[in-house]
């Protein structure tokens, strides 16, 4: 008798400390079914010298994104010159581990050499010889990697934060229809491919108002646009869930699909007046904007916390629209945003911290898709 007792409370224990043992669910396994998961993937990481972050990225993710492996300046340096080396690790990464494999991005006005504006002289190239310019690089690219990468981000960033086209090289010298071409011409090199417009802010009305007109007057022309990227680099306050939901609602009306494609939340002081991700922007590193150097303190854990369960929630109630959520790093020592707008600063915008460890704000977006499901 008191060996079956014994036996009995042995295996009960055993069972407690298997069940307590058990890796959490993987954030792709949570949200199997409603969306992709991803990540922006780094040189590091996409050559195999990040083992800690590789190891995050193949059990919680099922599509990435790369850094800047196919940005202009990268991949295509000289007039007649590709480097393609870190760009075929990045897709050779993605096969390995059955990824949903983006492609990032190939017409910005950013990370551009000045080679694709101006000739030998230095002066601006006319239209012709941009377009052409234009079509030769995209039907490279995503010719290279037809059917490997299934979804690009074909024009990045061509508004302004009231709605109207930025002043940027490819408008001045092309016009308006430069935007139209890029995906023309992304399509023809890949007709099975997804294809995005990518821009941040679009929660903020002016801009949103500017993307929807964008994209309704693209799709009457028949322009083949897939998907509108929300970025989503957000802030604890910005943007607001109902914001969030109509920015999501007015796209989805247009007949096309959304991508949450840059996902980051900052915690820490902002240092503008409008919610903005413009890269060019720098602002001097002093104290008061870098409050957490040594450690971001349990209530703000739990306010980042609670901003991603908010944010996920209205993901899932558009879950029919809503097709991939990609977060802009894996941990928080990868984000940007600790050289961006104020070089230096330590941020916590993520859902690992930098040691590779699930922060409270990953188990809150795993009991959003619970919860849901129980529902």
């Not at 040189?43 to 190891?55: F, K």
């Not at 322009?223 to 796209?251: K, N």
């Not at 939340?265 to 150097?293: C, G, I």
Request: net charge negative; glycine share 6%; with cysteine.
């Amino acid at each position: 008798m008191l060996n079956r007792r014994f036996m009995a409370v042995s295996a009960l224990v055993a069972a407690s400390l298997g069940a307590a043992a058990q890796a959490p669910t993987p954030l792709k396994e949570a949200y199997k079914g409603d969306f992709l998961i991803g990540a922006a993937i780094n040189t590091p990481q996409i050559t195999g010298q990040d083992s800690r972050g590789d190891a995050i990225i193949e059990a919680q993710f099922d599509t990435i994104s790369p850094e800047n492996a196919l940005k202009w300046e990268r991949i295509h340096p000289k007039p007649d010159t590709y480097d393609f080396t870190l760009a075929d690790q990045y897709v050779a990464f993605g096969e390995k581990h059955h990824m949903f494999i983006v492609g990032h991005c190939l017409v910005w006005h950013n990370q551009v050499p000045d080679w694709v504006f101006r000739d030998d002289k230095g002066n601006f190239v006319d239209r012709a010889t941009l377009l052409k310019r234009m079509h030769d690089h995209i039907s490279t690219i995503v010719g290279r990697y037809k059917g490997r990468i299934q979804s690009w981000d074909v024009v990045n960033e061509a508004l302004n934060e009231d709605g109207t086209l930025r002043q940027s090289p490819w408008l001045k010298i092309i016009g308006e229809d430069y935007i139209a071409k890029a995906f023309q011409y992304a399509h023809e090199a890949d007709p099975q491919a997804q294809l995005t417009y990518n821009d941040y802010s679009l929660e903020n009305e002016p801009k949103r108002n500017g993307a929807l007109a964008l994209i309704a007057k693209l799709k009457a022309q028949g322009v083949p646009v897939t998907s509108v990227g929300l970025q989503g680099h957000d802030s604890l306050t910005w943007p607001s869930v109902e914001d969030q939901d109509a920015t999501i609602s007015d796209f989805a009306k247009l007949g096309v699909k959304v991508v949450i494609s840059e996902l980051d939340v900052d915690v820490l002081p902002s240092v503008t007046h409008q919610q903005t991700a413009e890269v060019s922007l720098k602002v001097q590193q002093e104290p008061k904007l870098n409050p957490y150097a040594n450690g971001l303190p349990q209530s703000v854990q739990q306010e980042l916390a609670q901003r991603y369960a908010d944010l996920f929630r209205v993901y899932l109630k558009h879950r029919d629209v809503v097709t991939r959520v990609t977060f802009w790093g894996v941990t928080d020592g990868d984000s940007w945003r600790n050289d961006w707008p104020v070089k230096g600063r330590t941020s916590y915008p993520l859902l690992f911290d930098r040691s590779g460890q699930p922060k409270p704000a990953f188990q809150a977006a795993i009991r959003v898709a619970a919860d849901a499901k129980t529902k």
